[in-house]
């Protein structure tokens, strides 16, 4: 696990040519672009956890059956820093850095008061969002950056709380139909209040707006959500949209923040103030995006950690959503680097399976139902929700799957009624070992799967004019540890599952965690992301791309 978890990956940033096999459909026109951590030391110091390392971003440029690999460290604030220092002196989520180790006791002093509700890190690895024609790389804290998708350029540095009043946002934003983007952040003791900010960033200037303005400076804040407790807010990585509706979880994963005020001075990392509470409940909050109001049902579920929404819709007065859902919080442990080494099968098993869980809420209690009965009248689940005395509603799910991770659907059938689930495969490691297309309707899966081929999330992209919903591919990117086997990006066909192509790259290639696929790249883009010389020395690498 070394190989792939805990080596600082060299970067490629001219366009290598890679060696297809198979036959690439001639509609796939684009770039899959990718984010996730490449560097776990630098000089001699190195990061805790798997997920502090620094950004590496690449990309898999698709043109006329060809595929070019390139791939860049972000240029961040805490790139530059570390880089310039030659070990890490900006602190990550796992990793508190010291940037001074011989300042007097009055800096250290300062330097504490400064950590109390930190300047975070820009370092984001986690996923790639689009929002307009712009591109950025993002993770959890208020800081993302702007990236050029054809050259992997590090570009301008944005800061939320600029624009809206979180500490944290999630990496995983939706989008409606104009491209206007939708996201979550919490409010950490703003004018004495925590709570769950959902908002809004237009994907253009709105007509009438003063020309040259840039979008961010309209974004809204859609609705708030006041945090149970003050100083112990909820950790949240996702959440849910339908056409109508958000959904969010409040679940017993959480932040404390007078912890994390002290952290810096105690000399522990942030992730230490977070802790899964299994004696709590789960909370479901549903905000209507039509009135941008709370519903006022009290809903709650079975203590549980999500980190991955897969998708809801609506169906008779009911919401219906999907979740990854864990029985508590042992994946974030597992990914310290202690344990990602030649012990690996002792020291990482997770001590529950990721489980696709459907829930079902009513959006609507009738006052004459019966205390416990089941609110829940659809046919498509064996959901519950049952009325409860005091006028709550305890929700219980129906299990439909074990062992999947970074779940991903047809994106046009996001926040509606969908049949197929595209996720890594794992069970009680937390290392994919396989790619699995799961039919909800019929309960069947399908897998891909290959010796020492490690999967990273698959993505589907739908071929023009698809009718069904799995008429396109899936593209992964495959980390091999068979020094016979070069790593490649794999393309299924969706439907079948069966192998159309590979590319294989003679390249440092690392595991990553997100990305979004950009079609049709118009002419000037496709030059610039393949017009520079590819690298030679590479028996799998031909020839120069045509420009």
């Given at each position: 696990?070394?190989?792939?978890?805990?080596?600082?990956?060299?970067?490629?940033?001219?366009?290598?040519?890679?060696?297809?096999?198979?036959?690439?459909?001639?509609?796939?026109?684009?770039?899959?672009?990718?984010?996730?951590?490449?560097?776990?030391?630098?000089?001699?110091?190195?990061?805790?956890?798997?997920?502090?390392?620094?950004?590496?971003?690449?990309?898999?440029?698709?043109?006329?059956?060809?595929?070019?690999?390139?791939?860049?460290?972000?240029?961040?604030?805490?790139?530059?820093?570390?880089?310039?220092?030659?070990?890490?002196?900006?602190?990550?989520?796992?990793?508190?850095?010291?940037?001074?180790?011989?300042?007097?006791?009055?800096?250290?002093?300062?330097?504490?008061?400064?950590?109390?509700?930190?300047?975070?890190?820009?370092?984001?690895?986690?996923?790639?969002?689009?929002?307009?024609?712009?591109?950025?790389?993002?993770?959890?804290?208020?800081?993302?950056?702007?990236?050029?998708?054809?050259?992997?350029?590090?570009?301008?540095?944005?800061?939320?709380?600029?624009?809206?009043?979180?500490?944290?946002?999630?990496?995983?934003?939706?989008?409606?139909?104009?491209?206007?983007?939708?996201?979550?952040?919490?409010?950490?003791?703003?004018?004495?209040?925590?709570?769950?900010?959902?908002?809004?960033?237009?994907?253009?200037?709105?007509?009438?707006?003063?020309?040259?303005?840039?979008?961010?400076?309209?974004?809204?804040?859609?609705?708030?959500?006041?945090?149970?407790?003050?100083?112990?807010?909820?950790?949240?990585?996702?959440?849910?949209?339908?056409?109508?509706?958000?959904?969010?979880?409040?679940?017993?994963?959480?932040?404390?923040?007078?912890?994390?005020?002290?952290?810096?001075?105690?000399?522990?990392?942030?992730?230490?103030?977070?802790?899964?509470?299994?004696?709590?409940?789960?909370?479901?909050?549903?905000?209507?995006?039509?009135?941008?109001?709370?519903?006022?049902?009290?809903?709650?579920?079975?203590?549980?950690?999500?980190?991955?929404?897969?998708?809801?819709?609506?169906?008779?007065?009911?919401?219906?959503?999907?979740?990854?859902?864990?029985?508590?919080?042992?994946?974030?442990?597992?990914?310290?680097?202690?344990?990602?080494?030649?012990?690996?099968?002792?020291?990482?098993?997770?001590?529950?399976?990721?489980?696709?869980?459907?829930?079902?809420?009513?959006?609507?209690?009738?006052?004459?139902?019966?205390?416990?009965?089941?609110?829940?009248?659809?046919?498509?689940?064996?959901?519950?929700?049952?009325?409860?005395?005091?006028?709550?509603?305890?929700?219980?799910p129906e299990f439909l799957c074990e062992g999947l991770e970074l779940p991903r659907v047809n994106y046009t059938h996001n926040?509606?009624?969908?049949?197929?689930?595209?996720?890594?495969?794992?069970?009680?490691?937390?290392?994919?070992?396989?790619?699995?297309?799961?039919?909800?309707?019929?309960?069947?899966?399908?897998?891909?799967?290959?010796?020492?081929?490690?999967?990273?999330?698959?993505?589907?992209?739908?071929?023009?004019?698809?009718?069904?919903?799995?008429?396109?591919?899936?593209?992964?990117?495959?980390?091999?540890?068979?020094?016979?086997?070069?790593?490649?990006?794999?393309?299924?066909?969706?439907?079948?599952?069966?192998?159309?192509?590979?590319?294989?790259?003679?390249?440092?290639?690392?595991?990553?965690?997100?990305?979004?696929?950009?079609?049709?790249?118009?002419?000037?883009?496709?030059?610039?992301?393949?017009?520079?010389?590819?690298?030679?020395?590479?028996?799998?690498?031909?020839?120069?791309?045509?420009?």
């Amino acid at each position: 696990m070394e190989i792939i978890y805990g080596r600082n990956r060299k970067e490629q940033p001219e366009p290598v040519r890679a060696k297809v096999t198979g036959k690439i459909p001639a509609w796939l026109q684009g770039t899959l672009l990718r984010n996730g951590p490449g560097m776990h030391t630098v000089g001699e110091s190195r990061y805790n956890h798997w997920f502090d390392g620094l950004a590496l971003l690449h990309s898999f440029t698709i043109r006329d059956g060809e595929v070019y690999y390139r791939s860049k460290y972000l240029r961040s604030d805490t790139y530059n820093a570390n880089i310039e220092a030659n070990r890490i002196v900006v602190s990550e989520f796992g990793t508190m850095a010291y940037p001074d180790p011989c300042k007097n006791i009055f800096s250290k002093a300062f330097s504490y008061l400064t950590h109390t509700i930190p300047d975070f890190t820009d370092n984001c690895l986690i996923n790639i969002m689009k929002c307009g024609e712009d591109f950025y790389a993002t993770s959890e804290t208020n800081y993302i950056r702007k990236i050029n998708p054809q050259t992997l350029e590090t570009l301008e540095k944005v800061d939320y709380c600029k624009y809206v009043a979180v500490n944290l946002a999630t990496s995983h934003p939706h989008y409606d139909e104009a491209g206007n983007v939708l996201n979550m952040g919490t409010s950490i003791v703003e004018k004495g209040k925590t709570k769950y900010v959902i908002f809004k960033i237009p994907a253009t200037v709105p007509e009438g707006k003063k020309k040259g303005k840039s979008s961010w400076k309209h974004t809204e804040v859609f609705c708030s959500i006041p945090s149970r407790s003050l100083l112990s807010p909820s950790y949240y990585h996702s959440f849910g949209v339908t056409e109508n509706y958000v959904i969010f979880l409040e679940q017993p994963f959480r932040l404390d923040i007078l912890k994390m005020a002290t952290a810096y001075i105690r000399g522990v990392n942030w992730a230490s103030c977070l802790a899964f509470h299994r004696e709590e409940k789960t909370y479901i909050h549903i905000v209507d995006q039509r009135t941008r109001q709370p519903v006022q049902t009290k809903l709650y579920t079975d203590p549980m950690v999500v980190f991955h929404h897969v998708n809801a819709y609506e169906e008779d007065g009911c919401i219906v959503f999907d979740v990854i859902a864990y029985e508590d919080s042992s994946l974030y442990q597992l990914f310290y680097l202690a344990n990602l080494n030649q012990d690996f099968k002792e020291n990482a098993k997770l001590t529950s399976v990721p489980t696709l869980r459907r829930f079902a809420v009513p959006l609507h209690v009738d006052k004459n139902a019966e205390v416990g009965s089941n609110l829940i009248k659809v046919a498509s689940t064996t959901a519950t929700a049952l009325k409860e005395q005091d006028g709550q509603v305890y929700c219980q799910p129906e299990f439909l799957c074990e062992g999947l991770e970074l779940p991903r659907v047809n994106y046009t059938h996001n926040g509606k009624r969908y049949r197929y689930v595209f996720a890594a495969g794992v069970h009680w490691s937390p290392v994919p070992t396989k790619i699995i297309k799961y039919d909800i309707l019929t309960k069947s899966t399908l897998k891909w799967r290959e010796t020492d081929c490690w999967p990273a999330e698959p993505l589907f992209v739908p071929v023009p004019g698809a009718k069904d919903e799995d008429d396109g591919v899936i593209l992964s990117a495959i980390v091999s540890t068979d020094p016979q086997k070069l790593p490649f990006l794999l393309i299924l066909d969706a439907k079948s599952f069966t192998e159309l192509a590979r590319a294989s790259v003679d390249v440092d290639l690392h595991m990553d965690l997100h990305g979004l696929f950009i079609p049709d790249m118009d002419s000037e883009a496709k030059k610039q992301a393949t017009s520079e010389e590819p690298q030679d020395g590479a028996s799998d690498c031909h020839g120069a791309p045509p420009t």
